[in-house]
């Protein structure tokens, strides 16, 4: 199970950091994700990090902004946002994934596919 928070009014140029709680058969989980879906978009990739806190991996419309990193004492997966956009707005979903390729290629990483496991949403509102 997992449970997103965090979110709510950031301004342009500030900072928000969302949370993504993960409780039950957390001992098979690989990978961590952050997806995001604004209003009349679809859903797109933000940032992934394996679950022994390994390979970061970005989307290139976040890379340098914002930071994904895991807590091992609270099985916590954070998003750091810095340099908030308003195109940032948008809901926040964690996701979990159980399932390691014999060769992992990071990139894969985005693939929504990877991942079992989805988190309730967070709302994120960036005002200009």
């Known amino acids: 199970q997992l449970q997103a928070s965090g979110g709510g009014l950031g301004q342009a140029g500030g900072s928000l950091r969302l949370s993504c709680a993960a409780s039950?058969?957390?001992?098979?989980?690989?990978?961590m994700g952050w997806f995001r879906q604004a209003p009349g978009k679809e859903r797109e990739f933000v940032a992934a990090?394996?679950?022994?806190?390994?390979?970061?991996y970005y989307s290139d419309s976040v890379k340098g902004r914002f930071t994904i990193s895991r807590d091992y004492a609270k099985n916590t997966v954070y998003l750091q946002m810095n340099s908030l956009k308003f195109e940032d707005t948008a809901v926040y979903y964690c996701?979990?994934?159980?399932?390691?390729?014999?060769?992992?290629?990071?990139?894969?990483?985005?693939?929504?596919?990877?991942?079992?496991?989805w988190g309730q949403g967070t709302l994120v509102t960036v005002s200009s």
């Open positions: 996701a979990a994934g159980r399932g390691r390729a014999v060769i992992e290629i990071v990139s894969t990483y985005s693939n929504v596919q990877r991942y079992d496991s």
């Open positions: 039950g058969r957390t001992f098979s989980i690989y990978l």
């Open positions: 990090i394996t679950w022994s806190g390994g390979s970061p």
